[in-house]
Structure formats: C-alpha cells, structure tokens
C-alpha cells in the first residue's frame, strides 16, 4: 500500500492534469464558436497557440527521450567493450 503522501502526489496530479485537459478542451472546442466580444475570450489565449503549444512540448519531450535514450546505447555499447 501506498504512504500516505503517495497519495497526495496522485490525488494532486490528477486533479491538475484534469484541470488542464478540461481547460484545453473548452479552449480548442467550445470558444470557436462563441461570439469575439464575449468577456470568455479574456481567460483563453489565441485560438492559433493552441496547436502550437502542444507541438513544441511534445518536440522538447521526444527530444529529451531520444536524447536519453541515445546516449544510454552509447554507454552501454562501451560497456560491452
């Protein structure tokens, strides 16, 4: 069984996380069709940085996955040795 600060860090996490997929999905979703001069449009960013965003994350963390498992071969091809 998991401690008791386990969890907090799950409940946390998975209150965060589905805060922020909630706050995406309006944003991508619902706000293209509510009207420009609506005061919804003041907590929500351009419509065109929502593709963006998530591209250039996923670009950082697939570059940091390769990278780490790039350079974990290359450590393990000289152990070999």
Do not use: C, E, Q
């Amino acid at each position: 069984m998991g401690t008791g600060i386990d969890k907090l860090i799950g409940t946390v996490g998975f209150f965060v996380s589905s805060s922020l997929f909630i706050y995406y999905t309006v944003w991508v979703l619902l706000m293209p069709f509510v009207d420009d001069g609506h005061f919804l449009h003041n907590y929500f960013p351009n419509s065109r940085h929502a593709i963006r965003i998530p591209l250039v994350i996923m670009i950082l963390t697939l570059t940091i996955i390769f990278t780490f498992l790039g350079t974990v071969m290359v450590k393990s091809k000289h152990s070999r040795k």
